[in-house]
T-cell receptor, first 117, second 116 residues
Framework: DVKVTQSSRYLVKRTGEKVFLECVQDMDHENMFWYRQDPGLGLRLIYFSYDVKMKEKGDIPEGYSVSREKKERFSLILESASTNQTSMYLC????????????????FGPGTRLTVL | AQKITQTQPGMFVQEKEAVTLDCTYDTSDPSYGLFWYKQPSSGEMIFLIYQGSYDQQNATEGRYSLNFQKARKSANLVISASQLGDSAMYFCAMREGGDSSYKLIFGSGTRLLVRP
């Protein structure tokens, strides 16, 4: 089974702090994603990565950065946390579509509920 | 414009009955895929079912089926014989651009509550 793990289930930080959210997947997936989930808005893509050291902005990248130094690990960084970044953060991974016979569905971690005070 | 629309914020269903969760989508890409995910209160997103735009038949996975009406751009999820464990948030999502693409666009979700 694919396993995607996130470093914390719950996190409380103060405004202005630098925050690191870590995500690790164990199925050698090329693609990794960071979403935030807010009530009534569904999941919105922050950043994704299709290879080591490669990243692309999603729909709401402002205030966030990412790092992918190893294939299995994708980190989301809040350089200076603000209260409007209080949210649920979900990490996901998937295979690329090329030459595979799967749906290339995304597999999700359990989420990190971040509160910024 | 919304690419994925789920118009039902919340729904109730009686245990053992069937329920339909609505999803409409908007794309001009001829190649796309539609996904349904379930999110229990524990938070993790669980993949349920997939429908490709070129698939001739509606997808089915156990008690889940997808009522795919391409001309109407709808991809409703049907859950048969509802169980208490089906109480969760359900998200419809679309991937444009064929299997080599990987970005998903999610709807706002529907919260389903199964009554005993």
């Amino acid at each position: 089974d694919v396993k995607v793990t996130q470093s914390s289930r719950y996190l409380v930080k103060r405004t202005g702090e630098k925050v690191f959210l870590e995500c690790v997947q164990d199925m050698d997936h090329e693609n990794m994603f960071w979403y935030r989930q807010d009530p009534g808005l569904g999941l919105r893509l922050i950043y994704f990565s299709y290879d080591v050291k490669m990243k692309e902005k999603g729909d709401i990248p402002e205030g966030y950065s990412v790092s992918r130094e190893k294939k299995e690990r994708f980190s989301l960084i809040l350089e200076s946390a603000s209260t409007n970044q209080t949210s649920m953060y979900l990490c996901a991974s998937s295979l690329t579509g090329l030459g595979t016979a799967t749906y290339n569905e995304q597999f999700f971690g359990p989420g990190t509920r971040l509160t910024v005070l | 414009a919304q690419k994925i629309t789920q118009t039902q914020p919340g729904m109730f269903v009686q245990e053992k009955e069937a329920v339909t969760l609505d999803c409409t989508y908007d794309t001009s890409d001829p190649s796309y895929g539609l996904f349904w995910y379930k999110q229990p209160s524990s938070g993790e997103m669980i993949f349920l079912i997939y429908q490709g735009s070129y698939d001739q038949q509606n997808a089915t996975e156990g008690r889940y089926s997808l009522n795919f009406q391409k001309a109407r751009k709808s991809a409703n999820l049907v859950i048969s014989a509802s169980q208490l464990g089906d109480s969760a948030m359900y998200f419809c999502a679309m991937r444009e651009g064929g299997d080599s693409s990987y970005k998903l666009i999610f709807g706002s979700g529907t919260r389903l509550l199964v009554r005993p």
